[in-house]
């Protein structure tokens, strides 16, 4: 009588699944046919191995009848399946082209078994996973499959240039205008006169936020597409497809690749004349956007979002000479007016100076060495305008952003006249900030007078010539340049009086800096009392 060997109680049990595989369906129909042979072979080899723990699972993973060129077979996404639900430790087969004849596929599959902790063996190939060598020979494998798959990435390269420098079509996006029709692009007679439509129109138009707001009045959509079973495209205008489409050289007859463009076998649908001019536009349009970002000098540019995602633009319009700069939702830009936040365009100077005063108190931050710009790039992440509250994220890996979790509010509300916005305080011990106009109007007087004393113009006319602004505006903003010091220095503080404007500046009379100040003094308690109230019992509001 012999003993059953007795096995260590340290030996973890490992559970084997064998995969078997025939190609054919030849001698399937036989009582033991290749899959019982494969089987019977993997399940003797498990026997051996039973003093490693090892133990065969009764479940049958045969794939009967099925090739080995794809993964795509039910009795292993079976198996991968129970090894994803933790059921199998090792994989067992007869030979490995029995798993996959595909290299690429092999590593795929080796990915997964890695992932899971899945042994993998090959009982006639010696190949086994479990051991160091078997490993060495499975980092071989994998280096032979990456060479195989960046060789035919080589190849496929290889042949589109060779294909698109002949002017052929090979395939991708077609473009709208025309179908593809046996692997050649053919013309679409009702999209290519939509096509011609959109480059006139943005020639006449000179802008694509307003081309795309004609485009959805008329119904005009992009393409649609079939993409795997579902539909794509056929959806309004966006500025980066409207310029994408303006800019595509297929029109004219030519097939790109790699950034040269070559003479196509399709018919073209535009004049070379016509595309020629749409592009001098795109590129003035181009520079100038470049030129009103660059002149900016936004501080929260690349920071600032609306509501709904859209990231905000720095811009800028002027008026009667003066520049007003402000952020606008992108979706502004792109002609997508209803799909901007519910705040689309904000005063730059107001939201900035709000954003660095409270970013500094929020982060304990009072060292003035420490630039604003210095302290936006280190410590925002994102800042957030909402109807009443402005959230600012900051960045995880600040360590004063550490300080302060995450993210913090703070209110605001926005102006009702005029659509663009006017900040409130954050609280009472906010200091208070100078009025963008006010100080653009103190600038600008000082400016005009030292052009006048300099002699660069010789009048105010010639000025007002120069700077497009009428003689009588002129001479109204010039007594800004000789407000009493005081004055000046509350309005660079931001404590002058609530009712002071540049319009009340510009109409004061006096000369004296003591007449000035009692000017404004007595103008400013006239409007806050209430009509009837007059008196010195008066209210005030």
Same mark, same amino acid.
């Given at each position: 009588?012999?003993?059953? #060997?007795?096995?260590?109680?340290?030996?973890?049990?490992?559970?084997?699944?064998?995969?078997? !595989?025939?190609?054919?369906?030849?001698?399937?129909?036989?009582?033991?046919?290749?899959?019982?042979?494969?089987?019977?072979?993997?399940?003797?080899?498990?026997?051996?191995?039973?003093?490693?723990?090892?133990?065969?699972? =009764? &479940?049958?993973?045969?794939?009967?009848?099925? =090739?080995?060129?794809?993964?795509?077979?039910?009795?292993?996404?079976?198996?991968?399946? %129970?090894?994803?639900?933790?059921?199998?430790?090792?994989?067992?087969?007869?030979?490995? %082209?029995?798993?996959?004849?595909?290299?690429?596929?092999?590593?795929?599959?080796?990915?997964?078994?890695?992932?899971? =902790?899945?042994?993998?063996?090959?009982?006639?190939?010696?190949?086994?996973?479990?051991?160091?060598?078997?490993?060495?020979?499975?980092?071989?494998?994998?280096?032979?499959?990456?060479?195989?798959?960046?060789?035919?990435?080589?190849?496929?390269?290889?042949?589109?240039?060779?294909?698109?420098?002949?002017?052929?079509?090979?395939?991708?996006?077609? #473009?709208?205008?025309?179908?593809?029709?046996?692997?050649?692009?053919?013309?679409?007679?009702?999209?290519?006169?939509?096509?011609?439509?959109?480059?006139?129109?943005?020639?006449?138009?000179?802008?694509?936020?307003?081309?795309?707001?004609?485009?959805?009045?008329?119904?005009?959509?992009?393409?649609?597409?079939?993409?795997? $079973?579902?539909?794509?495209?056929?959806? #309004?205008?966006?500025?980066?497809?409207?310029?994408?489409?303006?800019?595509?050289?297929?029109?004219?007859?030519?097939?790109? @690749?790699?950034?040269?463009?070559?003479?196509?076998? @399709?018919?073209?649908?535009?004049?070379?004349?016509?595309?020629?001019?749409?592009?001098?536009?795109?590129?003035?349009?181009?520079?100038?956007?470049?030129?009103?970002?660059?002149?900016?000098?936004?501080?929260?540019?690349?920071?600032?979002?609306? %509501?709904? $995602?859209?990231?905000?633009? #720095?811009?800028?319009?002027?008026?009667?000479?003066? !520049?007003?700069?402000?952020?606008?939702?992108?979706?502004?830009?792109?002609?997508? &007016?209803?799909?901007?936040?519910?705040?689309?365009?904000?005063?730059?100077?107001?939201?900035?100076?709000?954003?660095?005063?409270?970013?500094?108190? @929020?982060?304990?931050?009072?060292?003035?060495?420490?630039?604003?710009?210095?302290?936006?790039?280190?410590?925002?992440?994102?800042?957030?305008?909402?109807?009443?509250?402005?959230?600012?994220?900051?960045?995880?890996?600040?360590?004063?952003?550490?300080?302060?979790? $995450?993210?913090?509010?703070?209110?605001?509300?926005?102006? &009702?006249?005029?659509?663009?916005?006017?900040? +409130?305080?954050?609280?009472?011990?906010?200091?208070?900030?100078?009025?963008?106009?006010?100080?653009?109007?103190?600038?600008?007087?000082?400016?005009?007078?030292?052009?006048?004393?300099?002699?660069?113009?010789?009048?105010?006319?010639?000025?007002?010539?120069?700077?497009?602004?009428?003689?009588?505006?002129?001479?109204?903003?010039?007594?800004?340049?000789?407000?009493?010091?005081?004055?000046?220095?509350?309005?660079?503080?931001?404590?002058?009086?609530?009712?002071?404007?540049?319009? +009340?500046?510009?109409?004061?009379?006096?000369?004296?800096?003591? $007449?000035?100040?009692?000017?404004?003094?007595?103008?400013?308690? @006239?409007?806050?009392? !209430?009509?009837?109230?007059?008196?010195?019992?008066?209210?005030?509001?």
């Amino acid at each position: 009588m012999t003993r059953k #060997p007795v096995r260590s109680a340290s030996i973890k049990t490992l559970r084997c699944a064998v995969y078997t !595989r025939k190609s054919t369906e030849h001698g399937l129909e036989l009582e033991f046919n290749s899959l019982d042979a494969q089987r019977e072979a993997c399940e003797a080899y498990i026997k051996s191995q039973a003093s490693e723990g090892w133990t065969c699972l =009764s &479940k049958r993973y045969d794939d009967a009848a099925f =090739s080995g060129g794809t993964l795509e077979r039910p009795a292993l996404r079976r198996l991968l399946k %129970d090894i994803e639900a933790g059921l199998v430790d090792v994989v067992v087969v007869y030979k490995i %082209d029995r798993l996959t004849r595909s290299l690429s596929d092999f590593a795929k599959l080796v990915e997964i078994f890695d992932a899971q =902790s899945i042994s993998f063996v090959a009982v006639t190939q010696q190949f086994n996973t479990t051991t160091s060598m078997g490993r060495l020979t499975l980092n071989i494998l994998l280096s032979f499959a990456q060479f195989e798959r960046e060789l035919s990435s080589e190849r496929v390269r290889d042949k589109v240039a060779a294909s698109r420098k002949k002017g052929k079509w090979t395939g991708g996006t077609v #473009p709208l205008g025309y179908d593809s029709r046996d692997k050649k692009l053919a013309v679409n007679p009702a999209e290519a006169k939509t096509v011609r439509m959109i480059f006139e129109r943005y020639l006449a138009l000179k802008s694509a936020p307003k081309l795309i707001e004609e485009l959805d009045r008329k119904g005009v959509v992009t393409k649609k597409r079939a993409l795997q $079973g579902k539909t794509a495209g056929n959806v #309004p205008f966006t500025y980066g497809s409207l310029v994408y489409l303006l800019k595509n050289r297929t029109y004219v007859g030519e097939v790109g @690749h790699d950034g040269k463009w070559f003479e196509g076998e @399709h018919e073209p649908i535009l004049d070379r004349e016509l595309f020629a001019r749409a592009q001098e536009v795109l590129k003035s349009n181009a520079v100038r956007r470049r030129k009103q970002r660059a002149e900016t000098g936004a501080l929260l540019s690349g920071l600032l979002y609306d %509501d709904r $995602g859209h990231r905000m633009s #720095p811009s800028y319009s002027v008026k009667n000479g003066v !520049r007003y700069p402000f952020y606008v939702s992108a979706a502004i830009l792109k002609g997508r &007016k209803r799909e901007a936040g519910s705040i689309a365009r904000v005063g730059a100077p107001q939201i900035e100076t709000l954003v660095i005063a409270s970013l500094r108190k @929020h982060l304990q931050q009072q060292d003035d060495a420490v630039t604003s710009r210095t302290l936006l790039e280190q410590c925002v992440d994102r800042i957030t305008i909402f109807p009443a509250k402005i959230t600012i994220n900051l960045k995880a890996d600040s360590s004063s952003a550490e300080r302060a979790a $995450g993210s913090f509010d703070m209110p605001w509300s926005p102006a &009702k006249k005029t659509g663009l916005v006017e900040i +409130s305080e954050p609280n009472d011990s906010s200091p208070p900030s100078p009025k963008s106009e006010l100080v653009q109007a103190l600038v600008r007087a000082h400016v005009w007078l030292a052009q006048l004393k300099s002699g660069t113009f010789k009048s105010i006319e010639d000025l007002a010539q120069a700077v497009k602004i009428h003689p009588k505006n002129i001479r109204l903003g010039l007594k800004l340049a000789f407000l009493s010091p005081q004055l000046v220095r509350e309005i660079l503080r931001g404590e002058q009086a609530p009712a002071i404007t540049v319009t +009340s500046l510009g109409n004061i009379s006096e000369l004296s800096w003591m $007449g000035q100040e009692a000017a404004l003094k007595s103008r400013n308690s @006239h409007r806050i009392m !209430r009509p009837g109230a007059a008196g010195d019992q008066g209210h005030v509001t």
